[in-house]
Protein backbone atom coordinates (compact mmCIF):
# COMPACT_ATOMS: atom_id res chain seq x y z
CA UNK A 1 0.00 0.00 0.00
CA UNK A 2 1.40 3.19 -0.53
CA UNK A 3 -0.17 6.82 0.71
CA UNK A 4 0.47 9.70 -1.63
CA UNK A 5 0.83 13.02 -0.29
CA UNK A 6 -0.31 16.34 -2.02
CA UNK A 7 2.42 18.83 -0.57
CA UNK A 8 0.30 22.02 -2.91
CA UNK A 9 -2.72 20.68 -1.59
CA UNK A 10 -1.50 20.68 1.98
CA UNK A 11 0.13 24.14 1.40
CA UNK A 12 -3.20 25.58 -0.43
CA UNK A 13 -5.41 24.38 2.21
CA UNK A 14 -3.07 26.07 5.27
CA UNK A 15 -3.03 28.81 3.80
CA UNK A 16 -7.05 29.12 3.27
CA UNK A 17 -7.67 28.27 7.03
CA UNK A 18 -4.73 31.39 7.41
CA UNK A 19 -7.14 33.50 5.29
CA UNK A 20 -10.34 32.36 7.03
CA UNK A 21 -9.05 32.85 10.29
CA UNK A 22 -7.35 36.73 9.55
CA UNK A 23 -11.05 37.69 7.99
CA UNK A 24 -12.80 36.59 10.63
CA UNK A 25 -10.68 38.63 12.94
CA UNK A 26 -11.29 41.86 10.36
CA UNK A 27 -14.60 40.71 10.64
CA UNK A 28 -15.12 40.99 14.25
CA UNK A 29 -13.49 44.23 14.10
CA UNK A 30 -15.13 45.88 11.54
CA UNK A 31 -18.88 44.60 13.01
CA UNK A 32 -17.42 46.11 16.74
CA UNK A 33 -15.99 49.53 15.50
CA UNK A 34 -12.90 48.31 17.85
CA UNK A 35 -9.35 47.64 17.55
CA UNK A 36 -8.94 45.82 20.41
CA UNK A 37 -11.80 43.54 21.11
CA UNK A 38 -10.55 40.67 22.86
CA UNK A 39 -7.34 40.55 25.26
CA UNK A 40 -5.79 38.31 23.15
CA UNK A 41 -5.47 41.52 20.62
CA UNK A 42 -3.53 44.02 22.93
CA UNK A 43 -3.66 43.04 26.43
CA UNK A 44 -2.60 46.52 27.40
CA UNK A 45 -4.44 48.16 25.07
CA UNK A 46 -7.51 46.45 26.44
CA UNK A 47 -6.83 47.45 29.99
CA UNK A 48 -6.68 51.28 28.92
CA UNK A 49 -9.60 51.26 26.67
CA UNK A 50 -11.31 49.58 29.37
CA UNK A 51 -9.84 52.11 31.56
CA UNK A 52 -10.75 55.02 29.13
CA UNK A 53 -14.42 53.57 28.59
CA UNK A 54 -14.73 53.51 32.02
CA UNK A 55 -14.06 57.17 32.87
CA UNK A 56 -15.88 58.39 29.62
CA UNK A 57 -19.18 56.60 31.11
CA UNK A 58 -18.62 58.32 34.59
CA UNK A 59 -18.00 61.81 32.84
CA UNK A 60 -21.68 61.43 31.00
CA UNK A 61 -22.95 60.49 34.23
CA UNK A 62 -21.60 63.73 35.41
CA UNK A 63 -22.82 65.61 32.56
CA UNK A 64 -26.51 63.83 33.29
CA UNK A 65 -26.28 64.80 36.76
CA UNK A 66 -25.51 68.75 35.99
CA UNK A 67 -28.08 69.21 33.16
CA UNK A 68 -31.12 67.65 36.07
CA UNK A 69 -29.48 69.90 38.77
CA UNK A 70 -29.76 73.35 35.88
CA UNK A 71 -33.30 71.68 35.45
CA UNK A 72 -34.32 71.84 39.38
CA UNK A 73 -32.44 74.99 39.70
CA UNK A 74 -34.59 76.59 36.60
CA UNK A 75 -37.75 75.22 37.84
CA UNK A 76 -36.98 76.59 41.43
CA UNK A 77 -35.81 80.18 39.99
CA UNK A 78 -39.11 80.77 37.67
CA UNK A 79 -41.41 79.71 40.99
CA UNK A 80 -39.15 82.28 43.34
CA UNK A 81 -39.59 84.66 40.37
CA UNK A 82 -43.30 84.33 39.96
CA UNK A 83 -43.72 84.59 44.20
CA UNK A 84 -41.96 87.64 44.13
CA UNK A 85 -44.00 89.20 41.78
CA UNK A 86 -47.15 88.49 43.77
CA UNK A 87 -45.23 89.72 46.54
CA UNK A 88 -44.82 93.05 44.92
CA UNK A 89 -48.45 92.81 44.37
CA UNK A 90 -49.60 92.45 47.76
CA UNK A 91 -47.07 95.06 48.98
CA UNK A 92 -48.62 97.75 46.23
CA UNK A 93 -52.06 96.87 47.40
CA UNK A 94 -50.89 97.34 51.47
CA UNK A 95 -49.42 100.73 50.16
CA UNK A 96 -52.84 101.41 48.57
CA UNK A 97 -55.30 100.17 51.80
CA UNK A 98 -52.96 102.56 53.91
CA UNK A 99 -54.11 105.36 51.83
CA UNK A 100 -56.32 108.11 53.92
CA UNK A 101 -58.70 108.02 50.69
CA UNK A 102 -59.10 104.54 50.54
CA UNK A 103 -62.83 103.47 51.74
CA UNK A 104 -63.55 100.63 54.35
CA UNK A 105 -65.41 98.97 51.33
CA UNK A 106 -62.04 99.79 49.07
CA UNK A 107 -60.12 98.18 51.78
CA UNK A 108 -62.03 94.92 52.18
CA UNK A 109 -62.17 94.64 48.29
CA UNK A 110 -58.30 94.85 48.91
CA UNK A 111 -58.26 92.00 51.57
CA UNK A 112 -59.69 89.67 49.36
CA UNK A 113 -57.45 90.42 46.88
CA UNK A 114 -54.67 89.90 49.38
CA UNK A 115 -56.10 86.64 50.41
CA UNK A 116 -56.26 85.30 46.99
CA UNK A 117 -52.67 85.91 46.30
CA UNK A 118 -51.51 84.69 49.10
CA UNK A 119 -53.32 81.57 48.69
CA UNK A 120 -51.44 81.66 44.85
CA UNK A 121 -48.63 82.05 46.97
CA UNK A 122 -48.66 79.23 49.17
CA UNK A 123 -50.13 77.37 45.75
CA UNK A 124 -46.62 77.80 43.62
CA UNK A 125 -45.00 76.34 47.26
CA UNK A 126 -46.57 73.70 47.70
CA UNK A 127 -46.95 72.29 44.40
CA UNK A 128 -43.04 73.30 42.67
CA UNK A 129 -41.32 69.79 42.55
CA UNK A 130 -39.03 68.29 40.84
CA UNK A 131 -39.45 64.31 40.05
CA UNK A 132 -41.79 64.23 43.18
CA UNK A 133 -39.30 66.05 45.67
CA UNK A 134 -41.11 69.58 46.55
CA UNK A 135 -38.89 72.50 46.08
CA UNK A 136 -39.88 75.49 48.15
CA UNK A 137 -41.26 74.16 51.57
Known amino acids: MRINTNVSSLTAQEASTNTNKNISTSLEKLSSGLRINKAADDASGLAIADKLRTQATSINQGISNGNSAVALLQI ?28 VAGRTAIAKDITKLLQQLNNIGEQTNYNGTNLLQ
Do not use: H, P, V
Not at 79 to 88: G, K, R, T, Y
Open 76 to 103: TDKSMAEQSSILDTIKAKLIQANTDTTS
